[in-house]
Structure formats: C-alpha cells, structure tokens
T-cell receptor, first 114, second 114 residues
C-alpha cells in the first residue's frame, strides 16, 4: 500500500539556517503530494502542494519539488525563523481520486533557536 | 479566512462513556473527514463523508464509532463506549473537491479517557 517516510526529528537549527526535511513515498502512479504544518496548539495547515512530477510547490519561503525518479518531495527553506518552529508532515492522497484517505508521514519537529 | 471549528478543545471522559466530538466545516465544502493522532504517533485516517453518507472508513473506525451531519452545518463523531486507547487528538477536516485538492483541518479536540 501507499506509504510516506520522513526523516525523524527533532531538527534543531539556528535562525537563518538552511532547512531540509526529507520525504520519500511509495505509491502506485503519480499522485499529488502535500506538506502540512502544525504549529504548537493548532491544527494541521496545508503548507504547499505539487500535483504532478517536476512541479515545485512553494509558500511562505518553503519549497518542495516533486521528483518521481527518486520518489521524493523534500521540504526546503533557505533561511528559517523562530516562528517556523512546528511539526511538518509530508502527505500523500490516493492516486487518481481512487479513495479518500490521506496518508501521512510520521512528522518532523523543527525547533529554531534565536 | 474560513476555518473549520471544533468543540470542545479538550474533553475528559470515563472509560465506557459515550462522547460526541463536534465540528463545523467550512460552509461551501462538500467533503468531510475525521482523523486522529495518538500522542507521539502518526496522523491516522478514520472516515470520510460525502453526500450524507460515509464514503470510506479505516479499520480503526469500528462499530464503536459513528458520524453524522445532523443539520447543514455540523459534523459529529460519536464514540459509543470509550476505551483508554481512544485517548488521542481528533481532527476534523473539510474540502471543497476531495482529498487530492487538499483539506482544511480544525484545531482538534484532545480526548482523554480515564
């Protein structure tokens, strides 16, 4: 079945450091891919998405490129801020709308220190 | 910005009691979902709901669980006889076009079964 694997956290960085959170997936076909973010005490928010291979999703300075050759969707940001401290989830919907279940990775906690 | 509202934010209940978790999805959304996150574990799909019926459910969603859209605005999750292992954060989500489009999540209800 479909699955998503994320690097384990926590990831601790200093402000303005470069961020990479790895995400790889296993799926049939070429589904869309998502990154969700969960700030402390809040629900999950859609951060960015890509709907087909080689697409780059971007939002709030974060980027992720859908790479089918490596089945990856790594999240990057060039210069993190303290306010980026949160848990980040890579997620995979079913391919071709065949189903309703969003499959989440285990989440990666990011802590940014001033 | 429209949001999904969940109440209560925290519920404590005794084992064996019934609980109802409430959600108000975004008004023009057509697809509704419940997910849960046991502390420190992955976000897991419970059920999806479309056109006034369950469209998909996971193996977690057994006979103890039920969902209802009693009026045009609320979407509820009922657990008939709670168990200790039902303690988790429960997230409601809604989407205008289904899973591939992306969801808007509520901020969650933390259920503690004692």
């Amino acid at each position: 079945g479909d699955s998503v694997t994320q690097m384990e956290g926590p990831v601790t960085l200093s402000e303005e450091a470069f961020l990479t959170i790895n995400c790889t997936y296993t799926a049939t076909g070429y589904p869309s891919l998502f990154w969700y973010v969960q700030y402390p005490g809040e629900g999950l928010q859609l951060l960015l998405k890509a709907t087909k291979a080689d697409d780059k999703g971007s939002n709030k300075g974060f980027e992720a490129t859908y790479r089918k050759e490596t089945t990856s969707f790594h999240l990057e940001k060039g210069s993190v801020q303290v306010s980026d401290s949160a848990v980040y989830f890579c997620a995979l919907p079913p391919n071709n709308n065949a189903g309703n279940m969003l499959t989440f990775g285990g989440g990666t906690r990011l802590m940014v220190k001033p | 910005e429209p949001e999904v509202t969940q109440t209560p934010s925290h519920q404590v209940t005794q084992m064996g009691q019934e609980v109802i978790l409430r959600c108000v999805p975004i008004s023009n959304h057509l697809y509704f979902y419940w997910y849960r996150q046991i502390l420190g574990q992955k976000v897991e799909f419970l059920v999806s709901f479309y056109n006034n019926e369950i469209s998909e459910k996971s193996e977690i969603f057994d006979d103890q669980f039920s969902v209802e859209r009693p009026d045009g605005s609320n979407f509820t999750l009922k657990i008939r006889s709670t168990k200790l292992e039902d303690s988790a954060m429960y997230f409601c989500a809604s989407s205008p076009q289904g899973t591939n489009y992306g969801y808007t999540f509520g901020s969650g209800t933390r259920l503690t079964v004692v």
